[in-house]
Each structure stands twice: as structure tokens, then as C-alpha cells.
């Protein structure tokens, strides 16, 4: 449990508040290192929560274990507190414009603070207090042990062992991917005359492709509602056939990997609207060779992102040491009381 721990420590925030505010019934432990917070059994309850719907309920984790996580979140959070570390609004402000963004890019439309609630797992307010206690957390880190804060090194060599690793055992290959374009029109929330309009407005579209008057692309430049490619004359980019289907309906990815090369579908109706899609490239599953760019269109290679994820896996284990040697320096000074020993 101990290394998935700080991994969910991360990813969540320290559910306290004041006594006043609490019944004394449903306190189960108190913290103070500069202040004194109450963990109340809801906040375990709530977290706990969380965590199993963010793993699919795949973590075996006890109530336990979740009130020690939150002790120890709260601590981190004081001894940050207590060296006069602040996180202002406009960090979480930019945060959270970097999360939307990559939620637009996900979405193949512009996403929105209910998007960025569903996709994280908790409302706004706690994504925000989430955010804030990660970056004390994180600066406190960097504070008390900056070597734990130094990317470590990979070399190719090690990259390319552990890329012979992942191919031999299987479990790096590239899927099957179309390169898409498409006209689109936005269907959400409209009446029933509204929508009828918008459907001849894409079989406007589709009619002048499919005659020659309008190229795919001039048509989506003219009618498509998609700002994120139209301007782009509808491109989308690279869709994997194991990730198209988090994107699309089911049955519009079969659609689009049976198509040939320059295939456009028929209209297609999503539950965000209409759609007509064009496979401007097309390419097989396979097995990648070490310098195969994952994206034809990007630079990075499948050896690039070997490295980059040895990288993360190696940084996340020297900053979970520093954590847990924090956490036991401030156990160490600060008073816990514990009300509620069996959470389970």
C-alpha cells in the first residue's frame, strides 16, 4: 500500500475543518503541528470514496490506511504552512487552463469546468483544494530535500534494454490509426425544428463534396462548427483504434477504420451532433521499432517515450522516499490523537 499511498496522496487533499463545524462524534483523529484539525469519519469516507473510483475499485486500500494518508497530507501541509510557503489563485488559475486545454485536445471540442469535474473525479472546489496542498506539498519538497526535485538520467542504452523488454513480453505495440478529418455540426441542446435545420445544413455539405463542387476541406472550412479544425480544413489529427472509441460512438470508429484512404462516411449522429469524417492516412498494427515516431506528424519517438516514462517512474520513487521521510519527521514533533482506532 505504502507506494500507491503517496501516489493518492497526491492526488487528493486533506478533508479538515473546524471543530465548530464538526460534530464531536464524527471526529476519528486531530492533528496539530502549528494548528489543531480535526479528520472527521466523513472525510475518510469521502476520500476512500474517491480513491476506488479512481482506480475502478482495483486498489485494496482500508479505511485505515486512508485516515493515515489524510494525517498525513494535513501534516505535510502545516509543516509547509509553518515554513511560509503560499500557493495564490492565479497558479490554480493557470492550472487549470492547462487542464482544459489538454481536456479540449482529448474531446475534440472546448471543454468546460463540468468536463474537467466529471474527468477529475470531484467537484471544482476540491480539484482547487486538491491543486493547492499538491503544490505546498511539492514546494516543501523542494525545500527540505531538493535532490528529490532533480530529474534523474536515463541513457538510450537503458531505454532501448527496456524497449527490448516491452516487445519481447508483448506489451508494446502500435495499433491500428486513421488520420481524420470532418465537418461538424453542433446538435447539443437544440429544439426539434432547430436540429432539423442542422442536419440540412450538413447534407448542404456532404452534397457538394460528394459532387465535386466543394473540396472536402473548403466545405469544412465554410460549414464545420468544429473551431478546434476547421480552420485546419477539418483535420483532427492521428486517431488510435484502441483510444478512438473513449472519443466516439462505437460504431462511427468501425465506420472510419473500414474506410480506404480519401473514404468520407455518411452523415453521422453523435450524441454532440453531426458529423461527415474523411481518412486522409491510414496505417496497419504492428510491432514499432525503437526510432518509429508514435505520431507520424510529431517528433517523438517510441524511444523517446521510453525514456520519458522511466524517467516519471524513477522521479516518483526518490520524491515518495523524500515524502514518507517528511511524514515521519513531522509525526515525530507534531500531536496526534487518534479517536476512532477501526475504521472498517
Known amino acids: 500500500m505504502k507506494k500507491y499511498f503517496f501516489t493518492l496522496l497526491m492526488a487528493g487533499a486533506a478533508l479538515t475543518g473546524a471543530f465548530s463545524a464538526d460534530r464531536i462524534d464524527n471526529i476519528v483523529a486531530t492533528v496539530e503541528l502549528i494548528r489543531r484539525e480535526p479528520i472527521t469519519r466523513a472525510s475518510v469516507d469521502d476520500r476512500y470514496d474517491e480513491i476506488m473510483k479512481a482506480s475502478n475499485n482495483s486498489v485494496s486500500v482500508t479505511k485505515q490506511e486512508v485516515l493515515d494518508q489524510l494525517i498525513d497530507v494535513a501534516l505535510l501541509v502545516q509543516g509547509a504552512d509553518r515554513d511560509g510557503i503560499r500557493v495564490n489563485d492565479s497558479s490554480f488559475n493557470n492550472f487549470k487552463k492547462q487542464k482544459l486545454a489538454e481536456l479540449s485536445t482529448l474531446l475534440k471540442r472546448t471543454a468546460t469546468d463540468k468536463d474537467l469535474e466529471t474527468y477529475g473525479g470531484m467537484s471544482l472546489d476540491r480539484i482547487k483544494e486538491a491543486y493547492t496542498n499538491q503544490e505546498k506539498i511539492k514546494q ?46 453542433d446538435t447539443t441542446g437544440l429544439a426539434a425544428a432547430d436540429k432539423k435545420n442542422a442536419r440540412k445544413v450538413i447534407d448542404e455539405a456532404g452534397a457538394k463534396v460528394a459532387s465535386g463542387k466543394m473540396s472536402f476541406e473548403e466545405a469544412a472550412r ?65 510491432i514499432p521499432n525503437y526510432d518509429d515516431k508514435i505520431d507520424p506528424e510529431q517528433p517523438v519517438t517510441f524511444g523517446d517515450s521510453i525514456k520519458e516514462r522511466m524517467q516519471a517512474i524513477k522521479m516518483y520513487e526518490q520524491y515518495n522516499t523524500a515524502l514518507q521521510e517528511l511524514s515521519k519527521e513531522l509525526r515525530d514533533e507534531a500531536e496526534i490523537k487518534y479517536f476512532q482506532k477501526d475504521l472498517n
Open 222 to 286: 465554410t460549414y464545420s462548427e468544429d473551431r478546434g479544425s476547421k480552420y485546419n480544413g477539418g483535420a483532427m489529427g492521428w486517431l488510435l483504434y484502441n483510444e478512438a472509441f473513449q472519443l466516439m460512438d462505437a460504431k462511427v470508429v468501425e465506420t472510419l477504420f473500414a474506410l480506404p484512404v480519401g473514404g468520407v462516411t455518411p452523415v453521422q449522429e453523435t450524441g454532440r451532433g453531426y458529423h461527415i469524417f474523411k481518412v486522409t492516412a491510414k496505417e496497419e498494427a504492428g
Open 140 to 185: 516543501y519538497v523542494a525545500k527540505k530535500r531538493p535532490k528529490a526535485m532533480i530529474p534523474p538520467e536515463i541513457t538510450d542504452a537503458e531505454a532501448r534494454t527496456e524497449f527490448r523488454k516491452q516487445v519481447n513480453a508483448g506489451t508494446l505495440n502500435l495499433p491500428a490509426r486513421v488520420r481524420v478529418s470532418q465537418i461538424y455540426i
